[in-house]
């Protein structure tokens, strides 16, 4: 039942977008912020959910789980594609927003690999 996946990555991404585009208009900026992370964070907790779980048969669950996978190579795909030579150029902002949210995340891993380990004990 891999359409049940297509469809829960549709529902994710349009969830996705329109908060995107909401949080683009909350900050003053025309465009969308966030929003294919939105997304994929969405679906990685549907897809991990355990009340969703309930209602997912084997087959459905591995359309889900295919399409979930698949679902990171479209977002580096996407993301791909913007202009980062014209965010670079623009200032010094875009570059230390970046470092600073790699920096963020790296620092990040120790501790939700403590989270995780002490969830499965």
Do not use: H
């Not at 939105?38 to 084997?58: C, D, G, H, Q």
């Not at 202009?83 to 963020?104: D, E, K, P, R, T």
């Amino acid at each position: 039942m891999v359409i049940y996946g297509v469809g829960l990555l549709a529902a994710c991404m349009l969830v996705g977008v329109i908060l995107g585009d909401l949080l683009g208009q909350l900050i003053g900026v025309q465009a969308n912020v966030g929003g294919v992370g939105i997304a994929m964070l969405l679906l990685i907790w549907v897809t991990n959910a355990s009340r969703f779980k309930v209602l997912l048969e084997p087959p459905t669950s591995s359309g889900i789980n295919f399409w979930s996978a698949m679902y990171i190579p479209i977002v580096i795909a996407m993301a791909a594609k913007q202009n980062v030579v014209a965010a670079v150029s623009s200032g010094w902002l875009a570059v230390i927003a970046g470092v600073a949210a790699v920096a963020v995340s790296f620092a990040m891993i120790p501790l939700l690999a403590r989270l995780g380990r002490s969830a499965d004990e």
